[in-house]
């Protein structure tokens, strides 16, 4: 009751990335933000891809080269697996909206199918690509 | 039940501003309709992907791709912008900075939509053959 004159003591922040224990529930948590982050630039990607078939076929051609490149390849594989990702998990964000999955049980085991349908439908999609031609 | 609220901001009357529902509702109705969007999206790259320009026009011209794609990205950068706004609020603090950044996710969702649509309307009207 006499501390009046002590200088008060810092009061707690909200706690941050770095005192957690790290759960498979936050990964996918924070995923979900950096693919949302990796979408946004592949959306401008699909910008350049509408605005150089606009320009005629020479623009369409150097675009279609720079996607085609290994580097181009690198970031379109990226962007597959994080497409299929965001997706999956936004369903899983849209079904815990309307309250339902949010026990731990069912929150970790859905982490989990999260990732294998990300990888799996990413794969499916590029062997269809191999398979039609399109690499 | 208790409130939580401290005296002050009971007193200056702050609190919700009464329309953050709307945001977060519009982008879950978004994101609804980018589920059939976007895996429609991915067949069109996939065939986009293996046909050269001819086929690309030829696939754009079709009315049906035409308005699906027009859909597809105007939803995407609508979804987007709703997205990297919360990025940005949680993450910056600087009022300027925040402001700065919430204004320029505004303007580049704004313009590569309006640029992407354009261009696809240009396409499809057979402006580009």
Redesign the interface.
Known sequence: MSDTTKVPRERPLSPHLSIWRWHITMATSILH?AT??A??VG??I??A???S??R??ET??NF?HL?GSPLGKVVMFGLTLS?FYH?AN??R??VW?IGKGFDLKTANATSIVIFAFAAAASAA?WA??AM???? | MVSYRTPLGRARGLGSAKHGVGHWISE?VG??A??PL??WG?FGV?????G??GA??AW?SDPLNATL?VLL?VI??WH?QS??RV?IEDYIHVTLNKSALLILNLF?CGL??A??V???L??ALG??V
């Open positions: 933000r949302g982050v979408l946004y959306a401008l699909g910008a891809w509408a605005i078939l606009a005629g076929p369409y051609a279609k996607l497409f997706l936004g369903v964000h849209l909206d999609v269809i690509a039609t031609g399109a690499l | 879950r994101a609804v980018l589920i976007t895996l991915v996939l065939r986009l992907a293996a050269d320009y690309a026009v754009v794609m990205f995407s950068f987007m997205g990297l990025v580049v590569a939509g640029l992407a354009f261009s696809i240009k396409v402006g580009a």
